[in-house]
Each structure stands twice: as structure tokens, then as C-alpha cells.
């Protein structure tokens, strides 16, 4: 919320000029080319649990719109209301609050099916960007980013509990694998990856680090995590604070550049993988030093080059592929992970609609983060339920640990009675 300090006159001047900085160019086109056609509602996964006008993503775009009309425009500035523009005043940005964050996950969805190809999403984190500027950042969500920014990952966990997390997974490794050298790396210098993970799979989902594990070991990979920045996850990106997407980006790069590794692999995380594949360079205003990978596009790399053996028949449950936004629609990342499913699982049926195409699970965005927006994130989830209950799959896979714990609920929450796996741990299921 804004300084206690500041006047609602201090919070309007620095609100307008976020937003002045922030829209030019193509972002100034896509708010003032909205012809208000409503074709948006039914591509909305929020629009379709609760049909009411705040819902659709017009609507949620000409919130940001009527301010950038009213600062941003001569007819705006001089004639206010013939144009529906709006100041910022305290109601208006708590408005602005409840649309940017509330009722949109950024999934960018709206955009394909939109009749003028207006990009919506751009417009929601435009609005994103303002309110950080003003301290408007849901209270969730900015702790998120400040955990990030003071202890180095979302979830704050002491570097201890990192290190004694891998070192219990590197000894039920060994056991699996029948071999010592299996094991959970961290702070080793000079080996060719740096792997990135979600800090849930260190605190809430082990198997997936494990599993990790155990597919480079048996690719023979020299890898390591880092216990200063292993985070993949940028949560700057979500709140609209680019000065902390910009340095979370900033940190990681430098850590790669301490430990000397060739490559920087990036776990299951659909905007983890956009913000440092796609979003980094531009906030850094630099090109990377070096290759910045999902590690589908690894795990595929392996298979093709014979470095893993694997058996479909050791996944014979039905398994289905959910999409995660910022990883397909936006990071174009769609093929690696159907080309290692359809050789390490037996039974592979897609969604419908499926990759670019697909439904937001509902957990994007912050939402889950965000824990006065819980029951309507659920709620948004419907589409998706119906989606994954028509394909009759046991296992839902997504490389996305957002997703998962969203999927997660919504199987509670609507009796699918699906099972949510990452894709390398089907892959570790199937080694040979």
C-alpha cells in the first residue's frame, strides 16, 4: 500500500508519471484500439466461472486505459469526460487494484482471439507497473518479491535447509540408483549447467529436485545449484516491478558468471522460464553471456542423443499435457515436452484446446499469492477441470509448479482425482 507519508496528490503525480514512462510506442497503439466487440469474454478463463461485465478483458483494460486517456491524450487533459478518462484518485486506484490483479492472471489468451489483435496482458501489467511504483502491490505478492530480494528465494529458506534437504534427497538417490556418485549438487564451480529450481521443490516437492537429480545422473551431466540464487521464479515480473525483476535477473547472472558453468537450465516454471529466457535481457538492456535453456528442451536433448534409456511401459497410467501460459503461449516452448512424453510415458492424450490455444489453469499471474483473490482463482479453474476430466487421464503433467498447485486444488475442489507430476519426474519414472 502506498507510504503513509505520501499525499493522495504525491501518489497521483508518481502514478502518472510511472505511467507515462511505461506507455510508449506499441503499448500507447494497444490502449487506444479497443472497439469494445465483448469476442474476449468466452476466451477468459475468469470471464467463464462468473460472466459479469468487471470480468471481461476489455473491461479490465479500459480501467488502465481511461487513466492513460486523462494524462496521456489533449482531449483527455482538456475534456475528461467526453472520453471516460479518469484521474488517480485513492477509489480509482484501488479500482485499478481489483482489475490488474484480481480479475487477471495475464495468461494472454484474450489476445488470440481478440478481432484486432489487441494485447491485453501488456495493458494489465502496464497497470501492474504503476500501482508498484505507488506501493499498491497486494500485500501477498510484494512479499514474495521482498523475500526474493532479501534472502534470495520467494520462500525465504535459510540456506541450511537447503543443504540439508539435498544432502538426505543424495542419499535416497544413491539408494535408488544403486550408485554413490548420485547426488543433489550445490555450490560446485566449474560444471557446464546451472540449475534453477522453484523453491517448493526444495520445500514441498523434493521428488521433483530428486528426480531432476537422478536424469542428470544418468546422463552423465555436470551440473550444480547455487544456495545463494537457485530461484527461478521472478516474482518481480508478476508484481510489475521491473527494478526487482531486474536485479533478482541481475543476481543470477552474476552467480552463473562466479561459477563458471556454460549454461543456465531452467526447471519446470512456466514465467520463471519467460522472465529469464525472454524478459531478462531486456531489463538487464544487455544479451546473456551465456545459454539460458528450459530443461525440457534438455530432457529432449538427452533422449535424442541416446544419453538416457528409457521405457514407456514403466508409466502405463493415462497422462495428459496441461500448458502453462508463460512457457507456451508467450515463451513458445510447446513441442520439447510432447516429444519426451510420447517416449517415456505409454499412453499420451492431449487437452482440448491445447498448446498456444490452451486454458489458464487459474494460478498465473500471482495469483497464488495474492490470498484475497483465493476463491475467485479456484472459481476461474472450471474450464480447466472440464478440460482434464474430458481426457480421461490418471496423471495431469505440467512443467509448472504454479500450475501444479493450482491443478492440485482444482482436482480437490472439482473430483477429478487426477495425479500432478512434472515432466522429469515421469522421465525419471521410465529410466531404465
Wanted: aromatic share 8%; glycine share 8%; hydrophobic share 40%.
Amino acid at each position: 500500500m502506498p507510504a503513509d507519508d505520501k499525499t493522495p496528490a504525491d501518489i497521483a503525480t508518481a502514478a502518472r508519471e510511472a505511467l507515462v514512462r511505461v506507455v510508449r510506442g506499441a503499448a500507447a497503439y494497444h490502449l487506444n484500439a479497443c472497439v469494445r466487440c465483448g469476442l474476449c469474454g468466452e476466451s477468459c478463463h475468469i470471464y467463464r466461472a462468473d460472466p459479469t461485465p468487471e470480468n471481461l478483458p476489455a473491461a479490465k483494460a479500459a480501467k488502465v486505459a481511461s487513466h492513460y486517456r486523462r494524462y496521456c491524450t489533449l482531449v483527455g487533459r482538456y475534456l475528461p469526460r467526453l472520453v471516460g478518462a479518469r484521474d488517480f484518485t485513492s477509489a480509482a486506484l484501488e479500482e485499478l487494484v481489483e482489475a490488474v490483479y484480481g480479475r487477471c492472471t495475464g495468461c494472454g489468451r484474450c489476445g488470440l482471439h481478440c478481432s484486432i489483435g489487441l494485447d491485453v496482458a501488456a495493458i494489465i501489467r502496464a497497470g501492474r507497473h504503476v500501482l508498484a511504483s505507488i506501493g499498491m502491490v497486494p500485500d501477498g505478492l510484494q512479499r514474495t518479491v521482498s523475500n526474493q530480494l532479501e534472502t534470495g528465494n520467494q520462500m525465504a529458506i535459510p540456506r541450511d535447509e537447503l543443504l540439508s534437504t539435498a544432502e538426505w534427497l543424495s542419499e535416497d538417490l544413491k539408494l535408488e540408483r544403486g550408485d554413490e556418485a548420485a547426488r543433489v549438487y550445490v555450490d560446485q564451480p566449474g560444471q557446464r549447467i546451472l540449475y534453477l529450481v522453484n523453491p517448493r521443490e526444495v520445500k514441498f516437492f523434493p521428488l521433483s529436485l530428486m528426480a531432476a537429480a537422478g536424469v542428470f545422473h544418468a546422463a552423465g551431466e555436470r551440473w550444480t545449484m547455487s544456495s545463494k540464487f537457485y530461484d527461478v521464479t521472478n516474482y518481480g515480473f508478476y508484481s510489475g516491478d521491473d527494478d526487482a525483476a531486474r536485479e533478482l535477473t541481475r543476481r543470477v547472472m552474476e552467480e552463473a558468471r562466479a561459477l563458471g558453468v556454460q549454461e543456465v537450465i531452467l526447471s519446470e516454471c512456466g514465467h520463471g522460464f519467460r522472465s529469464f529466457r525472454w524478459e531478462g535481457p531486456n531489463w538487464l538492456g544487455q544479451e546473456y553471456p551465456l545459454p539460458v535453456r528450459s530443461v525440457l528442451e534438455l530432457l529432449e536433448e538427452y533422449l535424442a542423443a541416446g544419453r538416457i534409456k528409457v521405457d514407456p511401459a514403466k508409466n502405463s497410467a493415462r497422462v495428459t499435457l496441461h500448458d502453462p501460459c508463460n512457457l507456451v503461449r508467450w515463451g513458445g516452448v510447446s513441442e520439447p515436452q510432447r516429444r519426451v512424453l510420447h517416449q517415456v510415458v505409454q499412453d499420451f492424450v492431449e487437452m482440448t484446446p491445447n498448446r498456444q490455444d490452451n486454458f489458464c489453469c487459474g494460478g498465473g499471474g500471482g495469483m497464488l499469492s495474492m490470498s484475497e483473490y483465493g476463491d475467485r482463482r479456484v472459481a476461474s479453474g472450471a474450464t480447466k477441470a472440464e478440460q482434464i476430466r474430458a481426457t480421461g487421464a490418471s496423471i495431469v503433467a505440467t512443467p509448472c509448479h504454479n500450475c501444479a498447485d493450482q491443478l492440485l486444488e482444482l482436482s480437490k475442489r472439482y473430483k477429478l482425482g487426477v495425479e500432478i507430476q512434472a515432466v522429469v519426474e515421469l522421465v525419471y519414472s521410465a529410466l531404465l
